[in-house]
C-alpha cells in the first residue's frame, strides 16, 4: 500500500515542480533590490579585488528600498544604494569613495 501512495504523489510533486515559475520570477521587490545592488558593489573592483562582502541593512519603505553592503578589498568599504519600486538604481556610493580608475598597488606609486 505504501508504494501505490509513493507512486501517486510523485507525479504531482514533479509537475508542481515543472509548472513552477523561475526562481528570477520568483523574486520579490527586496530580493532583486539586494540583487541589484550587490551587482553595482561588486562591479566596483577588479577581478579577484574583493576578499569578502557580506549584506548590512536592508530597509525601506513604499518608494525605495535600501541595501548597505560591507566589502572588503584592500579596506573595508561601505556601499549603499536605493532601489525604487520599478527596480532602477536610484542611488549608490561607496564610502569611502572609490576611484573610478584602476587601483595602483602601494609599491606601484
Known sequence: MKS???LSVL???LATA????SPAAALGPTERAVALCR???LAGFGEDEV???R????AGNARRTRVTIYVSA???YTFQCAVGVDGRLETAAFSPARPTG?????GAR
Open 55 to 58: 549584506i548590512g541593512t536592508i
Open 4 to 6: 501505490a501512495l509513493k
Open 18 to 21: 515543472l509548472l513552477s515559475p
Open 102 to 106: 584602476p587601483q595602483l598597488a602601494a
Open 51 to 53: 576578499r569578502s562582502h
Open 39 to 41: 551587482s553595482q558593489a
Open 74 to 76: 584592500d579596506r573595508r
Open 11 to 13: 507525479p504531482a510533486i
